[in-house]
């Protein structure tokens, strides 16, 4: 039998039910992901294997240095066919690792490659892989019609024209892909090296002739209008922790103009300025009827030199300890004050903080709307079977799992839309083991229609995203309504 089979962690003939009869044929809704807008437009067909599975995977880029490879054949100047032969020969080292699990689903459902990958068949799925590419199925386009997604949310700065997104969404493709709202860069306060060159774009895009901070926020709602008007609904913010200190507008005034002359803010300054932005920004969604992500806890860049020669998102991040708790809370509570609280989702990477992550959005379900505050799925170092089962759990104990929204990818790989499956499955798996050992009713409509609804349908709903039709009929899960 081959590794990954019908059945994949699958344990159970409950699970297997649940898994084949109502988790396996629902859609994707990829409501965060990183992939390149560009790419999708221009329906990009990938030359080899390389270009579509360990170009800018830095997950994959991290096992290969632990497994000492030099780094020509992670990031350097080997050919693509080194690079991947690096990674084959990695491949077996990472055993116990989710790596293992996700490279060989991949080699599956992209090239229906079942054999276990080493440096020994390594050639032989190199050029399998390769003439699958090139045989014109697996461009971008066909990727997304090929794995069900219905829609797709890039990750976009305020900045950004969004050309590609009409482009896609003005042709009938049988998928629609939007914008989500990130402006991160509009807190860099602390860096005007940085953040003066930012503001010079956003004032050119917005028209806005940006002299002072109430011209900056003006700009800022222009951009938020603009990708509305562009189908976005949903906006994201990678924080290492809540911002949630006092700040007036008057010291908020005068941190954005000393920044604008040049004078970098203190990091007391950095996180004033930030809470004030935070808040303001939050009111902009709750307007609209956005959702509001928030992932919070990564450590980044942590590898100076690396960070010099290589550049950002290389591989040098890992999970952050900052208090999360009170300031969470307290930047929920002060827009829910003002009555500007959005639709929320909130991701911790630090798994210390499952159940404080779990238990506040419990503090702020006013219900308007059927899980408005949302614990997000398993994110980058949680976004593995063990982590995936901590957050289901922890979400189960202090919420209602049945109201979540689901996976997605949060990836900047056209190879990872298995990450939808491998989650189906983990929830599948852990529903019926709680059946098999009498802690679940054995009711298969009850469970298959909450399956249905964490797969596909609670995200539908949830994001009022306008989704493209249906490839074929689909039987309804329960709403609940």
Known sequence: MEFVHDDFLLHSEVARRLYHDYAETE???DYHSHLSPADIANDRCFKNLFEIWLEGDHYKWRAMRTNGVPERFVTGNASPHEK????????PFTLRNPLYHWTHLELKRYFGIGELLTETNAQSVWERANAELTSGGLTTQGILRKFKVRALCTTDDPCDDLAHHRKINASNLGFRVYPTYRPDKAFLVGDPTAFHPWVGRLQKVSGIDIASLRDFLDALKQRHDFFHEQGGRLSDHGLSHCFAVP???????????QARSGQAASPVEQEQFASFLMLFLGALDAQKGWTKQLHLGALRSMNTRALCELGPDTGFDSIGDW??????????DRLEQEHALPKTIIYNLNPADNYVFATAIGNFQDGSIAGKIQYGSGWWFLDQKEAMEWQINALSNAGLLSRFVGMLTDSRSFMSFPRHEYFRRVLCNLLGDDVEKGELPHDEFLLGSMVRNICFGNAERYFGLALAPAAEPRTEAVTGR
């Open 27 to 29: 859609p994707i809704l």
């Open 84 to 91: 991947f032969l690096a990674w084959a020969r990695t491949a």
């Open 247 to 257: 700040c007036t507008e008057s010291q908020a005034v005068a941190i954005f103009a």
């Open 323 to 332: 208090p999360q708790a009170s300031a969470l809370c307290t930047y929920l």
